[in-house]
């Protein structure tokens, strides 16, 4: 192979050189806490797209015969366990009996209460879905008492709003009976996070419901332009670090059981996060990674499928599948895993 580049091959490699360090410190991000560097920690939000833009680098210079292509090509070959956070091939399908425990995590947005979505009833709507697919337990994430959601299917309810005055909440319904509940209140926001423990035949599982901070981004890249970029990349940072608390108080809660836990969790954040990283070390796993397929995108942001919302569980529970539903009824879509305990 040639090595000896041309002026225009020169810059060309200029950029790609570029390219490669933030894939690297993308790899590099999920193990070093955001208050390390707000800033930096944004870079992990590009791991996808940087393994791409490598990629098309280590085949343009393939292609040319170039040994310039190893710069690249070890880089994306290196960061092959990413791949599947963000791609998970299809799977091998096992049968959901009527015994399994059904899990399903949304994120509502206080069901259209500002009439984002026109012309739509959402909570009967979202009523409807949930009565079609049957999930034994529902963990809401932006939450709100709405007229219209008709949940007499599940008996048992754990609501939780920030202050007596908030009409923002996290809620879990169950089938099945809650013995005991609690919450996790996250200092200066308004997001937060509620437990209840749920006695399923014999066994007793705890269910968590999570909304991590927020990030404040308008789901359109074109109303994004139009914002000051130093001002978002400084809210995005400010976020991140918040989330790290947020997650150290999540783990630290995780202390005060000996049940096994299902998390179901708006990380505001992707599922190769320093947070998701976190959660994930303290024996849990992630249902989508198990029995999901796809991209399993989660958030409806224009062209990219993020994958914001999660649900893990005690890797001693059997994950048996996991649906991403395609309802657009918020800027999230609801997730389901069932489980055999």
């Not at 002026?7 to 999920?30: H, S």
């Not at 193990?31 to 085949?59: E, Q, R, T, Y």
């Not at 920030?162 to 923002?168: A, D, G, L, N, V």
């Not at 809620?171 to 509940?181: D, E, G, L, P, Q």
Request: aromatic fraction near 12%; include cysteine; charged fraction near 20%.
């Amino acid at each position: 192979m040639r090595s000896k580049l041309n002026l225009f091959q020169k810059i060309i490699f200029i950029v790609n050189v570029f390219f490669a360090i933030c894939l690297l410190i993308a790899y590099i991000l999920p193990f070093v806490p955001p208050k390390f560097s707000a800033f930096l920690s944004i870079l992990n939000l590009g791991l996808p797209v940087f393994m791409l833009i490598n990629l098309v680098f280590a085949i343009y210079w393939l292609i040319r015969l170039k040994l310039h292509f190893l710069v690249s090509a070890l880089l994306v070959i290196g960061g092959v366990s990413y791949v599947n956070e963000i791609y998970v091939l299809k799977k091998d399908s096992k049968s959901v009996d009527s015994t399994d425990l059904k899990v399903m995590s949304y994120n509502v947005r206080l069901f259209n209460t500002y009439e984002w979505i026109k012309g739509v009833d959402v909570p009967e709507e979202i009523s409807k879905f949930i009565a079609l697919e049957s999930p034994d337990i529902v963990a809401f994430q932006d939450y709100m008492n709405a007229d219209g959601l008709q949940m007499n299917a599940y008996p048992y309810t754990f609501e939780k709003f920030k202050t007596p005055e908030s009409k923002i909440g996290i809620a879990i319904y169950s089938k099945h009976k809650i013995v005991n509940t609690g919450t996790i209140d996250f200092p200066d926001t308004h997001n937060n996070a509620i437990f209840s423990d749920v006695l399923v035949d014999q066994d007793t599982v705890r269910i968590y419901a999570v909304h991590l901070e927020s990030l404040k981004i308008i789901p359109d890249v074109q109303e994004l332009n139009k914002e000051n970029r130093q001002k978002l990349i400084d809210r995005v940072g400010k976020a991140f670090v918040k989330q790290q608390d947020q997650a150290k108080m999540l783990t630290d809660n995780f202390k005060t059981t000996s049940f096994p836990k299902i998390v179901c969790i708006d990380m505001n954040n992707t599922s190769f996060s320093y947070v998701a990283n976190k959660l994930l070390k303290h024996n849990l796993e992630d249902a989508f990674v198990k029995s999901g397929s796809g991209l399993g995108k989660t958030f409806d942001f224009d062209f990219l499928p993020l994958r914001i919302d999660a649900i893990f569980n005690e890797s001693s529970i059997e994950n048996v599948s996991f649906k991403n539903y395609d309802l657009k009824l918020s800027d999230h879509y609801p997730i389901m895993a069932s489980f055999k305990l």
